[in-house]
């Protein structure tokens, strides 16, 4: 079974640019999670979606950051602009249903740097 | 949901057993409690979960107390390689995802 998919692995921006990273869950998942993991710390979540609906942004920032999930399946993270504390690794995980206990399968992430 | 509260480290050799202990005291009725595990530069995995007294699987056991305020995650003969983050969840099966704490970063040596 294919695991979560994310791209790119690493990404170098300097700060004001922008930024995306995709994601593709497992077939079948229905809820998706975004979260941000910064060094030494553990995952917080930005954004859950089940299906192409939103359960929880309540932690994203919106006045940069942005996310999508595309016909329920693949999810796009986009922030624009960076500053220097958005430097992290920006994990993708997916579960089959929405319960809060439900197993989540993470991707390898993506580790982004803003400089 | 109810805050938890772990070692931030842990120090073992190859062959031991490792017992890593959460605290959770407003755990309430309907809270699970479930582990993941994380390797550098890898998301987390889930080890376990439960509910009340023992679950046993492959990987690890997990033992919760009658009062289920503190939960214990055991790791039969560790070894190098189960050199990772372990993170302790609680949470229900409303649709709120649950919240990862600051985890325990286990450390085998040889």
């Known amino acids: 079974e294919a695991g979560v998919a994310q791209s790119p692995r690493y990404k170098i921006i300097e700060k004001r640019q922008s930024v995306a990273f995709w994601c593709n869950p497992i077939?079948?998942?229905?809820?998706l999670y975004w979260y941000q993991q910064i060094l030494g710390q553990g995952p917080k979540l930005l954004i859950q979606?089940?299906?192409?609906?939103?359960?929880?942004d309540s932690q994203l920032p919106k006045d940069r950051f942005s996310a999508e999930r595309l016909k329920g399946v693949d999810s796009t993270l986009k922030i624009q602009p960076a500053k220097l504390e958005d430097s992290a690794v920006y994990l993708c995980?997916?579960?089959?249903?929405?319960?809060?206990?439900?197993?989540?399968?993470f991707g390898s992430g993506t580790q982004l740097s803003v400089l | 949901l109810a805050k938890t509260t772990q070692p931030i480290s842990m120090d073992s050799y190859e062959g031991q057993e490792v017992n890593i202990t959460c605290s959770h005291n407003n755990i309430a009725t309907n809270d699970y409690i479930t582990w993941y595990q994380q390797f550098p530069s890898q998301g987390p995995r889930f080890i376990i979960q439960?509910?009340?007294t023992k679950v046993t699987n492959e990987v690890a056991s997990l033992f919760i107390p009658a009062d289920r305020k503190s939960s214990t995650l055991s790791l039969p003969r560790v070894s190098l390689s189960d050199t990772a983050v372990y993170y302790c969840l609680v949470g229900d099966t409303g649709r709120r995802a649950l919240t990862f704490g600051s985890g325990t970063r286990l450390q085998v040596q040889p």
């Open positions: 995980a997916s579960s089959l249903g929405g319960a809060g206990t439900e197993k989540l399968f």
């Open positions: 439960g509910y009340k």
């Open positions: 979606f089940q299906n192409n609906g939103v359960v929880d």
């Open positions: 077939s079948g998942h229905a809820t």
